[in-house]
């Protein structure tokens, strides 16, 4: 049901049932790393290629949350995912192997949001009973079709981010144990004018604030609502200006206001810049790690904003500027009045 | 694109001014003079091997120590330490021809997927090609310079 301009409350308060995540080596020895389900320490997972190893670790993460959800790949009535990749080829040749109908989006890494929304709408009108909302990237493919050859030497600045190598996967239904999901906020493209692709902590942060102002706006919580907010992949560089353009906006946030990115890696690991980023990289930390917190009953209500940078080479070649999305999740905990 | 959105980049830019790391231009610096001179001592080291154990002219020894390089570069990049010690040394591991090396092999290493001919093949080049592009520009103009200058 949309309440407000751009968000829509979930009445029938459909459930993550079941999450999982499929995590590199890299990601598994931050600070997160016994958070997620399997960490793979070959970054080819014994494929022949990057692009079928980032494949594999979609289907374990699919497969992983079906099952934690106590259910098969039968039962799951829709896939919603997408991926980096040119023609979202994870998404689209893992839906090969699971067999599922596929609604195959893209928003770069706002993907994981926008898959849990949807498969959330989609329960909440009845149109799916379980749907598979996931995402993936590795950090291999994505130097490829973003970057230079993986092993190219180029010296990469410090606003740099290191794209995650990881799956996430979580099955939305009714229920009864599970976080539920309550809103979704859907987020308007922003440009505010960055150019370099390096710089996409600063490119994303507008976009991540206006989706932000427009979720409080719209339900009409505020800040002391909620017990977390996550955004996307913003890091280092790119969360403390979303903080100050809140500031600006009103929105006065603590250390209960956090990045994805910056939670994904410890800040001395080697090659890891300002932080994680890709939709691997909002949706292991929200899967694997925020919503095992309110399942562990430390938080009430958290708000999740998946960003993405909606460029492609062709574009930053061109000279054009990076547009930028964010759509928020709201999440909450069974005993919530 | 509207004129608010015009006026809201403009702003945004200038809110940035200071908010974001600067690339460490001297630190960067330092570490290419090291690592540049490095490699070049390197290269100085092979080509005396050459000059003392083969009996080669200097001019002679210069075309064997680039290659020897080149592999070195080459299987450096291909055990995968290549691009971290780039990370570290920055223009001092691009500059020398061990850059173009790495530059080359890199760009071969990940299109080994698509194939020979499509994927090494065509794309081998992909990030070095400009440089010799720009190099043969270069090197015509340059030589056009000299011709009319001795000649006219």
């Given at each position: 049901m949309l309440i407000g301009q751009q968000t829509w409350e979930f009445t029938s308060r459909p459930r993550?049932?079941?999450t999982g995540t499929a995590v590199g080596e890299k990601e598994g020895a931050g600070p997160l790393g016994t958070e997620f389900d399997l960490v793979f320490t070959d970054p080819y997972l014994g494929q022949e290629s990057w692009e079928k190893a980032e494949r594999k670790l979609l289907e374990q993460a699919q497969?992983?949350?079906?099952?934690k959800a106590g259910l098969s790949m039968e039962s799951v009535d829709v896939s919603i995912s997408g991926d980096l990749l040119p023609h979202i080829i994870s998404a689209n040749?893992?839906?090969?192997?699971?067999?599922?109908?596929?609604?195959?989006?893209y928003s770069a890494c706002a993907t994981s949001m926008e898959a849990v929304a949807l498969s959330a709408l989609l329960v909440d009108a009845r149109a799916a009973k379980y749907a598979l909302a996931s995402t993936s990237s590795h950090n291999s493919t994505a130097e490829r079709v973003f970057r230079y050859p993986t092993e190219y030497g180029g010296q990469k600045p410090p606003t740099a981010h290191c794209t995650v190598t990881g799956?996430?996967?979580?099955?939305?239904?009714?229920?009864?144990?599970?976080?539920?999901v309550r809103y979704a906020t859907i987020g308007k493209v922003l440009d505010l004018g960055v150019k370099s692709p390096w710089?996409?902590?600063?490119?994303?942060?507008?976009?991540?604030t206006d989706t932000i102002v427009a979720h409080f706006r719209d339900t009409g919580l505020t800040v002391n609502d909620y017990d977390f907010i996550a955004t996307g992949d913003l890091a280092r560089v790119g969360h403390p200006i979303a903080r100050e353009l809140l500031k600006h906006q009103g929105i006065e946030l603590d250390e209960r206001f956090s990045d994805c990115g910056i939670l994904m890696y410890h800040e001395d690991q080697p090659e890891v810049f300002s932080g994680g980023s890709g939709p691997a990289c909002c949706a292991c930390v929200t899967f694997g790690h925020l919503l095992r917190r309110?399942?562990?009953g430390e938080w009430k209500r958290i708000l999740v904003v998946a960003t993405g940078a909606l460029l492609s080479t062709v574009s930053a070649q061109q000279s054009e500027t990076i547009p930028c999305i964010a759509h928020a999740v709201t999440f909450e905990a069974e005993n919530l009045s | 694109m509207s004129a608010?959105?015009?006026?809201?980049?403009?702003?945004?830019?200038?809110?940035l001014k200071g908010r974001q790391p600067a690339r460490p231009v001297l630190k960067n610096s330092l570490r290419a003079f090291l690592a540049g001179g490095a490699i070049?001592?390197?290269?100085?080291?092979?080509?005396?091997l050459f000059v003392h154990y083969f009996h080669m002219s200097e001019k002679m020894a210069g075309n064997p120590t680039v290659a020897v390089l080149i592999m070195i570069s080459a299987i450096f990049t291909g055990l995968g330490f290549y691009d971290m010690f780039s990370q570290w040394a920055g223009a001092g591991s691009a500059v020398p021809v061990t850059g173009f090396a790495n530059a080359v092999t890199s760009a071969a290493l990940e299109h080994k997927t698509e194939g020979y001919v499509v994927g090494i093949g065509s794309n081998m080049f992909k990030v070095a090609g400009p440089v010799i592009v720009f190099g043969v520009v270069a090197a015509f103009f340059v030589g056009l310079a000299r011709y009319l200058i001795l000649h006219l």
């Open positions: 993550v049932l079941g497969e992983m949350a079906v099952q040749f893992a839906a090969r192997t699971n067999g599922k109908p596929l609604l195959g989006i799956a996430g996967a979580a099955v939305i239904g009714h229920g009864i144990n599970g976080p539920i710089e996409m902590g600063a490119a994303m942060a507008p976009a991540a309110i399942q562990r | 608010q959105l015009g006026t809201r980049q403009k702003q945004y830019q200038q809110f070049c001592l390197l290269g100085q080291g092979i080509q005396e």
